[in-house]
C-alpha cells in the first residue's frame, strides 16, 4: 500500500511540473522602465512613453491591426523620432546591430531606411502581447514580452507592432497561445494599476493593408484621429470619436470582408470563438443592421459552420427581418394575400421557403406591411386553401387577370402570371388569416442595403 501511494505521488508531481511546463514565461515591459540591452540607449531622445495611460477594458483579447481605437494618438511631437533611428540604423559604427535589426524584420541592411518610413508612431492602449528583442554580444536574443499600455510603438501596414521606439528594439507578432501565459514582474518592472491578465491583448494583421490609421486622442477620448500610413502626425486629420455609426448588413459576407466594412465605418468586429478564419461565412451580426454605435464599439459576428455557403445566412439572420413588427392584414378577405405570397408570382408546386430568396416577392426595397413578421416562419405557404388545379408554367400568360384578392393594388402583375387561375378556387377563406409568406422569406443580401445604413469611411 506504501509503495503504491508512493507511485501515485510521484504521478502527481510529474504531472504538476507538465501543467507548469505547458506556461510560457512572458516578461512584463512597464512603461518609462529603460531595458537592459536595449539596441539604442534609452535615453529618451528615440521615443517617450506615455507613462499615466491606464490600460482600456478591450472587448477581445484578439484584435486584427484595423481595429478603429485598437491604438492611441497624440498632438504631442517626437513620441517616436523615426529620423534618428533611421540615422543610427545606418550609422557604420551600428553596422552589426543594424545586421541584426534587418534579420529579425525580415530585410536586408540596405532597406532599412525604406522600411522605416513605412512605419507609424502610435501609443499602445491595452497591454499587449508582443516578441520583443534584446541585442545581447553582438546577437538579438528574443523574448516573449507583454507591452504595458502608453508605451510607443511604431505599427506597420497591417496595424503590427514593429518597434519599441523608446530603445530601437524590433518586434514581431506574438505566437503562442495568450491563455498559457506566465507574467514575470522584474528587473525595475512593477506591476502597474489597472494590470489584469484576462484583459491583455494580442493583435493580428489586418485583411487587408491600411492606407491610414483610426486613432483614439489620449488627451480628449472624444476625438478621434486619422493617422495616413508612414506619417507622424503632420498629416493627422481630427474627426469626432462620440458621432454614432449604424451597423451594416453583413449576412453573407466572408469575416474578412465584414470586419473591413465595420473597419471603414469606425465599428470593431468580434467573434464569440475568436478570430475565426477570414473566408468563414458571416451569417448575422449582434447588434444588428441599423443599430446606432459610437466609434470603436464592437460588432460581435456569427460565423456559419464549416462548408455552409455564405450567401445563406439561417433564417434567425436579424439582418433579414421585416421594416415592421406591426401586420395590417385584419381583414384576409379584402385584402388578400400580401405582394411577398406565392400569387404574384404564379403558384408553384413547390413549397417556397426561406431558402430560395428569388421566389419569393417582388424586391426588397418595398416591403409590404400585410405580411406577418418572422416570429412565424413556418407558415410561409397557404394550407388546404391553395389551389390545387393551378400548374406553373413559362407561357405567355391568357387575357384571364387575376383576382383583387391576389394582386395588391401596389405591385403589377408580372410575365409569371398563372394561366388558368380561377377567382373562386383562389380566394382564401375568413378562417386563415393571410400568412402566405413571412417577410423574412427574403434573406437579405449584401447587395442590398439595410434600412439606416451610413456611407463607408470612418467618419
Not at 504631442?76 to 533611421?86: E, N, S, Y
Not at 524584420?105 to 532599412?112: A, E, K, L, M, Q
Not at 501609443?123 to 523574448?143: C, Q, S
Not at 506619417?231 to 486629420?237: L, V
Request: proline share 13%; hydrophobic share 25%; with cysteine.
Amino acid at each position: 500500500m506504501v509503495r503504491r501511494l508512493a507511485v501515485l505521488l510521484a504521478a502527481a508531481v510529474i504531472l504538476s511540473g507538465c501543467t507548469e511546463q505547458r506556461l510560457f514565461a512572458v516578461k512584463a515591459v512597464a512603461a518609462g522602465v529603460p531595458s537592459l540591452a536595449p539596441f539604442f540607449e534609452e535615453d529618451g531622445s528615440l521615443g517617450t512613453d506615455e507613462m499615466k495611460l491606464r490600460p482600456e477594458q478591450p472587448h477581445s483579447g484578439l484584435q486584427q491591426g484595423n481595429t478603429p481605437g485598437l491604438y492611441g494618438g497624440t498632438q504631442k511631437p517626437k513620441v517616436c523620432d523615426v529620423d534618428r533611428l533611421k540615422d543610427f540604423l545606418t550609422d557604420p559604427r551600428n553596422r552589426q546591430k543594424a545586421r541584426e535589426w534587418a534579420r529579425i524584420v525580415g530585410i536586408t541592411p540596405d532597406r532599412i531606411e525604406g522600411y522605416i518610413d513605412d512605419l507609424t508612431p502610435v501609443l499602445l492602449r491595452h497591454d499587449t502581447l508582443v516578441k520583443n528583442h534584446d541585442y545581447k554580444k553582438g546577437k538579438a536574443v528574443a523574448f516573449d514580452a507583454l507591452l504595458e499600455a502608453g508605451i510607443a510603438v511604431l505599427v506597420n501596414d497591417q496595424g503590427l507592432p514593429a518597434v519599441k521606439c523608446s530603445c530601437g528594439n524590433p518586434l514581431q507578432s506574438f505566437d503562442k497561445d495568450p491563455e498559457k501565459i506566465s507574467v514575470t514582474f522584474e528587473d525595475g518592472n512593477k506591476k502597474w494599476d489597472g494590470y489584469e491578465k484576462s484583459e491583455v491583448v494580442t493583435v493580428k494583421p489586418s485583411p487587408q493593408p491600411l492606407e491610414q490609421i483610426a486613432l483614439i486622442d489620449v488627451d480628449d477620448p472624444d476625438q478621434g484621429i486619422n493617422r495616413p500610413v508612414g506619417s507622424s502626425g503632420e498629416n493627422d486629420e481630427p474627426f469626432d470619436a462620440t458621432k454614432q455609426h449604424a451597423v451594416p448588413r453583413v449576412a453573407g459576407m466572408t469575416f474578412d470582408q465584414a470586419s473591413q466594412r465595420l473597419s471603414e465605418l469606425g465599428l470593431a468586429a468580434t467573434s464569440s470563438d475568436g478570430l475565426p478564419p477570414g473566408d468563414a461565412a458571416v451569417t448575422g451580426s449582434d447588434p444588428g443592421p441599423g443599430t446606432e454605435l459610437r466609434f470603436g464599439e464592437a460588432v460581435a459576428l456569427s460565423v456559419a459552420d464549416e462548408g455552409e455557403e455564405p450567401g445563406t445566412p439561417p433564417e434567425s439572420d436579424p439582418s433579414a427581418g421585416p421594416t415592421t413588427d406591426d401586420p395590417t392584414s385584419d381583414d384576409p378577405t379584402s385584402d388578400g394575400p400580401t405582394s411577398d405570397g406565392p400569387t404574384t408570382e404564379g403558384p408553384t408546386t413547390d413549397d417556397p421557403t426561406t431558402d430560395d430568396p428569388t421566389s419569393s416577392g417582388p424586391t426588397t426595397d418595398d416591403p409590404d406591411t400585410d405580411g406577418p413578421t418572422s416570429s412565424e416562419p413556418t407558415t410561409d405557404r397557404p394550407t388546404t386553401d391553395e389551389p390545387t388545379t393551378i400548374e406553373p408554367t413559362t407561357a405567355t400568360p391568357t387575357p384571364t387577370t387575376p383576382t383583387a384578392s391576389s394582386t395588391p393594388p401596389t405591385v403589377e402583375p408580372t410575365s409569371a402570371e398563372p394561366t388558368s387561375a380561377e377567382p373562386t378556387s383562389a380566394e382564401p377563406t375568413r378562417s386563415e388569416p393571410v400568412t402566405s409568406e413571412p417577410a423574412s422569406g427574403e434573406p437579405g443580401s449584401s447587395s442590398a442595403p439595410a434600412p439606416g445604413e451610413p456611407a463607408a469611411g470612418p467618419a
